[in-house]
Nanobody, 116 residues
Framework: QVQLVESGGGWVQPGGSLRLSCAASGSVFSIYSMSWYRQTPGTRRELVASDYIGQNTDYADFAKGRFTISTDSAKNTVYLQMNSLKPEDTAVYYC??????????WGQGTQVTVSS
């Protein structure tokens, strides 16, 4: 099983940038993909971006051109660089990993607030 600890959330003005980090520990050797999701009250979690380790990345349409997912394998950490932030990006952002067994682990979430 993998344990995840997220950091980097906070408040930013529209047009600003934030970088989220998610450090993995435990069974990191079995990680197949690392992803970021987000959720606002009363809505389902939605995919932001995924990194299929050593293969490709995938982004939600709203994230393309503004957000970048990257992974530092040596640190077992996945990042989400978010630029040109908009008020509608306000949400709790969750890190998740999928292991080769198909098991998913989730972080505790980090709040991102975009407002003036």
């Amino acid at each position: 099983q993998v344990q995840l600890v997220e950091s980097g959330g906070g408040w930013v003005q529209p047009g600003g940038s934030l970088r989220l980090s998610c450090a993995a520990s435990g069974s990191v050797f079995s990680i197949y993909s690392m992803s970021w999701y987000r959720q606002t009250p009363g809505t389902r979690r939605e995919l932001v971006a995924s990194d299929y380790i050593g293969q490709n990345t995938d982004y939600a349409d709203f994230a393309k051109g503004r957000f970048t997912i990257s992974t530092d394998s040596a640190k077992n950490t996945v990042y989400l660089q978010m630029n040109s932030l908009k008020p509608e990006d306000t949400a709790v952002y969750y890190c998740t990993v999928r292991e080769t067994t198909g098991y998913d682990s989730w972080g505790q979430g980090t709040q991102v607030t975009v407002s003036s």
